[in-house]
């Protein structure tokens, strides 16, 4: 986890369905960083790829949120996209 992967799930938490550039619009990092970021927070199951290039967060992105959950207990995906 990076400081910004906070950041990024809370943007999902209270805004839905979104797009990195969307993410960068609502205070996020840059989209071609919330990109990266997403594609990671996805391997690791606290978000989901909808389509290309749409996430939404998990129930285990919302437990982590809400100290529920250790990220480092998590284990990656062996998926990439």
């Known amino acids: ?35 990266r970021r997403c594609k990671q927070l996805a391997r690791y199951g606290l978000l989901e790829q909808i389509v290309t290039g749409l996430y939404t967060i998990t129930d285990e992105g919302k437990a982590y949120l809400d100290e529920e959950l250790d990220a ?7 998926e990439t996209s």
């Open 1 to 35: 986890m990076q400081p910004v992967d906070d950041r990024i799930l809370e943007i999902f938490r209270d805004h839905g369905n979104l797009t990195p550039a969307a993410v960068e619009k609502f205070g996020g990092p840059s989209s071609s960083h919330a990109s």
């Open 72 to 78: 480092s207990e998590l284990e990656a995906s062996a």
